[in-house]
């Protein structure tokens, strides 16, 4: 997240599903931006950078740790008192309208971006969607998810396979689901690098030095933890090839394994590859604000974790699934290609 970029609130509207109000920006594509809410809109999420005067007393706050926590059961309050420096946060009402108030001080202690998709996560999840660490492409009459764990090769198979006309973009790494089958694109913007293959409808030919760079493991390793260096440029799918929605057909897990080769799977197999990379890419459990507020308003977040995988258990019921191997990545998109003729 980002310092606001002006005094007049961000409004977004995730399909109809999710509604969102911000005065910072938020890691949700601009694909779901809107120019104003209609009268009688109700939000899921109220994201505020301001000066929070808390609504517990010094008496009631108390130390934990390095800050000091107060709650209700609704509330909960972070303050870290520090000299001068405002670090606070206050989130409120996980179940209901959920407002995310921090100072903008706490930047620089809470990972932000993480706990604003994690509450994304929840809100979905609590209207019988949920978000999957999933590429999307679509066709005329079906929707085909390609996952894996990370950095094994969802991009580079998506923009290999979208062409634009009979196969269009939904997204390359998150995809929202919908119990009864149903998916939503989350067109974020593509990470591109060296290694990315592109396909023929979005290209972009990263720089002579980044190619070099990218030859040198032991060179880019150190910059990227050293200096926070990203070799890959981010860049827009045109929305000319982007696709809203469709029905599930089939799933695709890609794996990379000394051979070449493409096998059904059960659809319980897909369900816990699915929930198993997605967790690992958004995990309630691992934000302590998050935690602490469970644990004191009694929120369930383990029971919203059940409902995850109940979701994704249903939307995967009637769909082909399939585990893909192999040993270089130009080769998933070609086995994707024959199974399912695209």
């Not at 390609?146 to 090769?153: K, Q, V």
């Not at 910059?223 to 981010?234: A, D, G, I, T, Y």
């Not at 890609?254 to 890419?281: D, F, G, H, W, Y």
Request: hydrophobic share 35%; glycine share 4%.
């Amino acid at each position: 997240m980002s310092s606001p970029s002006s005094s007049s609130p961000h409004y977004y509207s995730i399909h109809g599903i999710i509604h969102i109000r911000s005065n910072v920006d938020l890691p949700i594509p601009d694909y779901f931006r809107i120019s104003s809410p209609p009268t009688s809109f109700n939000f899921d999420i109220d994201v505020s950078e301001e000066s929070i005067s808390m609504p517990f007393t010094e008496t009631e706050m108390h130390r934990c740790s390095i800050f000091f926590v107060g709650h209700n059961e609704s509330q909960l309050a972070i303050d870290y008192r520090l000299p001068f420096l405002n670090v606070k946060l206050l989130l409120t009402d996980l179940e209901n309208t959920t407002k995310i108030s921090f100072t903008k001080d706490f930047k620089r202690f809470g990972d932000l971006t993480n706990l604003f998709n994690t509450i994304l996560l929840f809100k979905f999840i609590q209207k019988g969607h949920t978000i999957v660490h999933s590429g999307c492409i679509s066709t005329s009459d079906s929707c085909y998810l390609i996952s894996g764990m990370r950095d094994t090769g969802k991009t580079s198979t998506v923009l290999s396979l979208v062409d634009g006309n009979d196969i269009k973009f939904m997204s390359d790494d998150l995809t929202v689901i919908s119990k009864n089958g149903q998916a939503f694109s989350y067109p974020t913007r593509v990470g591109i690098s060296p290694y990315t293959l592109t396909g023929t409808s979005i290209s972009y030919t990263p720089p002579a030095w980044k190619q070099w760079i990218a030859k040198h493991q032991l060179l880019l390793f150190g910059l990227e933890s050293v200096f926070k260096f990203e070799l890959s440029k981010r860049i827009d799918v045109p929305s000319s090839l982007i696709d809203t929605s469709g029905t599930i057909s089939d799933v695709f897990l890609l794996r990379s394994a000394n051979k070449n080769e493409i096998s059904s799977i059960p659809s319980s197999v897909a369900v816990q590859k699915l929930l198993m990379t997605t967790t690992e890419l958004i995990d309630p459990f691992r934000i302590y604000s998050l935690n602490f507020y469970a644990y004191y308003t009694d929120f369930d977040s383990a029971m919203l974790f059940e409902k995850e995988k109940e979701i994704i258990e249903h939307a995967l019921s009637n769909v082909t699934c399939y585990d893909v191997c192999a040993n270089n990545v130009k080769e998933f998109h070609k086995l994707i290609q024959n199974q399912v003729d695209l």
